[in-house]
């Protein structure tokens, strides 16, 4: 994805943290800051965002996405670049804003403008930053899982490799099936529960056997799946969301450990 924002050698950079993350899983904005101003960075997290409007428009409620969408391009249209933990969320600003705001021209060029400038954060460390984990090490293994919507929809796969290969000490573990659906898919495991059950025990079988001690990846409802299934299985991989590695944090509870 092109730099379409242009050259700024200290942008200021809209977080867009996420429901997820807001909810269930705080560090991994905390995280996202730090990494973003260890690659020099102005960070700002706009107080009236709330959802991108992905469950709504997934649902078929378009008008609820609409106004969602409006939302958010007014909290984060002034900043130079919007950085979101989540390539679901991400691809949401990036390409279905249009789809949303079909018919409302007005709206439609901002959300075109927005979406230029939006990046999912491994992305936008890696091929817009180029950002190194500099004097961080971690003595562990890892396998990896892309998730669907970072890997299909925005072309998400050299670019956390490339910045977990900069950990000293980090051993990377093929995982078989890594861009096979975790099972997750937002609405689809509440409309499915039993399909997505099965897919995620594939998935669990798969990360067991690469014998890794932790579990990585882009997006935390797919953590949180995968997570859920391995604790329930009793199995001893961790799981955390890349950025929290890439800023030091991988020494605490991981996803679904009490704190």
């Known amino acids: 994805m092109p730099d379409t924002a242009g050259d700024r050698s ?16 705080p560090q991994i904005g905390f995280a996202a800051i730090q990494v973003l101003e260890e690659a020099g960075c102005v960070v700002e997290v706009p107080e009236a965002q709330t959802c991108c409007g992905q469950p709504a428009f997934n649902s078929g409620d378009t008008g ?7 939302q958010s391009i007014a909290a984060f249209e002034n900043c130079d670049y919007v950085v ?10 990036r390409k279905h804003y249009l789809e949303a705001l079909a018919g409302e021209e007005r709206w439609v ?4 403008a927005l979406g230029a400038k939006t990046y999912e ?16 090490s971690l003595r562990a293994s890892a396998t990896y899982h892309d998730s669907c919507a ?4 925005l072309g998400i796969f050299a670019q956390p490799r490339r910045l977990l290969a900069a950990m000293d000490g980090l051993e990377l573990r093929k995982l078989e099936g890594n861009d096979v659906c975790c099972g997750f898919g937002g609405t689809f495991c509440v409309k499915y529960p039993a399909i997505s059950n099965a897919i995620v025990e594939e998935k669990a079988d798969a990360i067991e056997k690469t014998e ?34 890439l800023a030091g944090m991988a020494d605490g509870p991981a996803i679904g450990e009490e704190g």
């Open 109 to 112: 060029e901002r959300a075109r």
């Open 121 to 136: 954060i491994l992305t936008f460390l890696s091929d817009v930053r180029g950002y190194q984990p500099a004097g961080r």
């Open 212 to 245: 890794a001690d932790l579990l990585l990846a882009g997006d935390l409802g797919c953590l949180m799946n995968m997570a859920g299934k391995l604790n329930r299985r009793g199995a001893k991989v961790r799981s955390f969301h890349t950025v929290e590695v």
């Open 150 to 153: 970072g890997l299909r929809e």
């Open 84 to 93: 979101v933990p989540s390539g679901s969320c991400a691809g949401m600003i």
């Open 10 to 25: 200290t942008p200021r950079v809209g977080l867009f943290v996420t429901c997820l993350v807001d909810a269930m899983r």
């Open 64 to 70: 609820r996405a609409a106004a969602l969408a409006k």
